[in-house]
């Protein structure tokens, strides 16, 4: 089946750190999100992507539509103790035109 | 926060036995989803619904059965649970406006142990 590609799995930074991570999959999507899971709750949605190109902000965090539309990447600047947490992506699109989830990247951030 | 709620937040049980989870929206959203998250394997779609009665496989499917009998109402059912269905899972639920995306909101989740 299809799959995402999410990197890294796990990063551990210091607060004030800017963050970096990515997904990559084999087929072409119209749609990207970028998910925050705190733990024992369940994913929260932080941005939807919809064009090629497309970078769209929330705060401190920033997502990109690929220009291949097979990525898409989320940077967090000035990264706070409260940004711990796992950050997944989500693509829409390919053959079956279901969403389909990245495994997701475990970010530990160090006061 | 979407008005999810799903019940029971923590179940252990054994295994053969039937276990069911619920899932109760407030939002009247047409589209209700289950995923089950494990280690190395992100999010998995289980089941979804379209509509009251209307359902549909993902791929994660076997073993598990789903019911909607109401808009608000999304059950799961695991007919005799094994150890391989430990797992969190989430129920989500979106408005399913197809131009803009699937943009799901999720429900806090139910820990699953089956011993």
């Known amino acids: 089946g299809q799959q995402l590609n999410q990197s890294p799995q796990s990063m551990f930074i210091q607060e004030g750190e800017d963050v970096s991570m990515n997904c990559t999959s084999s087929?072409?999507?119209?749609?990207w999100l970028w998910y925050k899971q705190d733990p024992g709750e369940g994913p929260v949605l932080l941005i939807a992507?919809?064009?090629?190109?497309e970078l769209t902000s929330n705060g401190r965090l920033t997502a990109q539509f690929g220009i291949t539309r097979k990525d898409s990447f989320l940077n967090i600047s000035a990264s706070i103790p409260s940004d711990v947490g796992i950050y997944f992506c989500?693509?829409?699109?390919?053959?079956?035109?279901?969403?389909?989830f990245g495994t997701g990247t475990l970010l530990a951030v160090q006061p | 926060d979407a008005g999810i709620t799903q019940s029971p937040r923590h179940k252990v049980t054994e295994t053969g036995t039937p276990v069911t989870l619920r899932c109760h929206q407030t939002?009247?959203?047409?589209?209700m989803y289950w995923y089950r998250q494990d280690p190395g394997h992100g999010l998995r779609l289980i089941h979804y619904?379209?509509?009251?009665?209307?359902?549909d496989k993902g791929e994660v499917s076997d073993g598990y059965s789903v019911s909607r009998s109401k808009t608000e109402d999304f059950l799961l059912t695991l007919e005799s649970a094994t150890s391989s269905q430990t797992s969190v899972y989430f129920c989500?639920?979106?408005?399913?406006?197809?131009?803009?995306?699937?943009?799901?909101?999720f429900g806090s989740g139910t820990q699953l142990s089956v011993l």
């Open positions: 989500a639920i979106s408005d399913g406006r197809g131009a803009q995306g699937e943009k799901l909101f």
């Open positions: 989500a693509g829409q699109g390919g053959a079956t035109n279901k969403l389909i």
């Open positions: 939002e009247n959203h047409r589209y």
């Open positions: 087929s072409i999507f119209n749609t």
């Open positions: 992507l919809y064009k090629a190109g």
């Open positions: 619904s379209y509509g009251v009665k209307d359902t």
